[in-house]
């Protein structure tokens, strides 16, 4: 893998690709969600731990679900808007094959001085190959890291697969069932952290036209709350209020309180 990141950084549109990559990642919006991520995350993990379905046995699972899982779709919410059914085929792919693979994949392990090297390096390409996604001049530093990425995988499975399978009495075990069920519940918890997310983000958009409509950060924020109070997760609703409040030029919180009622 080493070998494969050297070759491609002599390639002069990579290295540049790269250093922009890096300056979106360090954005402080991106970096505020993610701390929120790691938060929710690790409120989840001791909740998990008091009903003693988590130790730290699963911390290396834990660290492989939060690259190929937590932080995509956190860079993937807004397939919930053109999505009807994007939960439900979340949690078909959370039971499904994928989450089978995933324990095939933590079923060994290498030694913990190698294993305290890559992880780390892993979770940052991940963050990174993520993140490239964002951004047009970026995705093909992106595209490069995936399929570093993608050949560390096919190797790990290889190995873990193999080794499984010439100890069946080890694979089988409670343990490994733990490691199993792992990746599952913690999909489940984050599920509701990213359709908070969702609302956020989509609750920023439709309303920063009143920002720049109002001119007024006080009115700004005072009908800012109303509509979340209002219409909590009817974005819809949301959607004509604001729609209403340009055609009826409607600039005081009086005309702004009721104006909810006409929605």
Request: aromatic share 18%; glycine share 4%.
């Given at each position: 893998?080493?070998?494969?990141?050297?070759?491609?950084?002599?390639?002069?549109?990579?290295?540049?690709?790269?250093?922009?990559?890096?300056?979106?990642?360090f954005?402080?919006?991106?970096?505020?969600?993610?701390?929120?991520?790691?938060?929710?995350?690790s409120?989840?993990?001791?909740?998990?731990?008091?009903?003693?379905?988590?130790?730290?046995?699963?911390?290396?699972?834990?660290?492989?679900?939060?690259?190929?899982?937590?932080?995509?779709?956190?860079?993937?919410?807004?397939?919930i808007?053109s999505?009807?059914?994007?939960?439900?085929?979340?949690?078909k792919?959370?039971?499904?094959?994928?989450?089978l693979?995933?324990?095939?994949?933590e079923?060994?392990?290498?030694?913990?001085?190698?294993?305290?090297?890559?992880?780390?390096?892993?979770?940052?390409?991940?963050?990174?190959?993520?993140?490239?996604?964002?951004?047009?001049?970026?995705?093909?530093?992106?595209?490069?890291?995936?399929?570093?990425?993608?050949?560390?995988?096919?190797?790990?499975?290889?190995?873990?697969f193999?080794?499984?399978?010439?100890?069946?009495?080890?694979?089988?075990?409670?343990?490994?069932?733990?490691?199993?069920?792992?990746?599952?519940?913690?999909?489940?918890?984050?599920?509701?952290?990213?359709?908070?997310?969702?609302?956020?983000?989509?609750?920023?958009t439709?309303?920063?036209?009143?920002?720049?409509?109002?001119?007024?950060?006080?009115?700004?924020?005072?009908?800012?709350?109303l509509?979340?109070c209002?219409?909590?997760?009817?974005?819809?609703a949301?959607?004509?209020?604001?729609r209403?409040?340009?055609?009826?030029?409607?600039?005081?919180?009086?005309?702004?309180?009721?104006?909810?009622?006409?929605?």
């Amino acid at each position: 893998m080493l070998i494969i990141i050297a070759l491609l950084w002599c390639k002069k549109d990579i290295r540049d690709s790269f250093y922009q990559l890096i300056k979106t990642f360090f954005h402080k919006q991106i970096l505020t969600v993610l701390g929120f991520a790691v938060v929710w995350t690790s409120i989840c993990i001791v909740l998990f731990y008091e009903i003693g379905v988590w130790s730290t046995d699963n911390l290396k699972t834990t660290l492989v679900w939060v690259i190929t899982y937590a932080f995509v779709t956190i860079f993937e919410t807004h397939k919930i808007k053109s999505s009807k059914y994007y939960f439900k085929s979340q949690i078909k792919e959370t039971i499904g094959l994928s989450a089978l693979l995933t324990f095939i994949l933590e079923l060994q392990s290498f030694s913990f001085a190698i294993e305290f090297i890559i992880y780390p390096i892993m979770l940052f390409l991940g963050l990174l190959a993520v993140v490239a996604n964002t951004k047009k001049e970026t995705e093909k530093i992106g595209a490069t890291i995936k399929v570093v990425l993608g050949v560390f995988v096919i190797f790990y499975f290889a190995h873990s697969f193999f080794v499984s399978i010439m100890s069946p009495s080890v694979t089988f075990s409670w343990a490994n069932l733990t490691e199993l069920l792992t990746p599952v519940l913690l999909s489940f918890s984050f599920m509701p952290f990213i359709y908070m997310l969702y609302l956020y983000q989509a609750y920023e958009t439709k309303l920063l036209g009143l920002k720049i409509y109002f001119d007024d950060e006080a009115l700004f924020n005072y009908a800012k709350k109303l509509a979340i109070c209002f219409f909590r997760t009817d974005l819809d609703a949301l959607n004509r209020w604001v729609r209403n409040i340009h055609i009826n030029e409607i600039k005081t919180k009086e005309g702004i309180k009721a104006s909810l009622k006409d929605v």
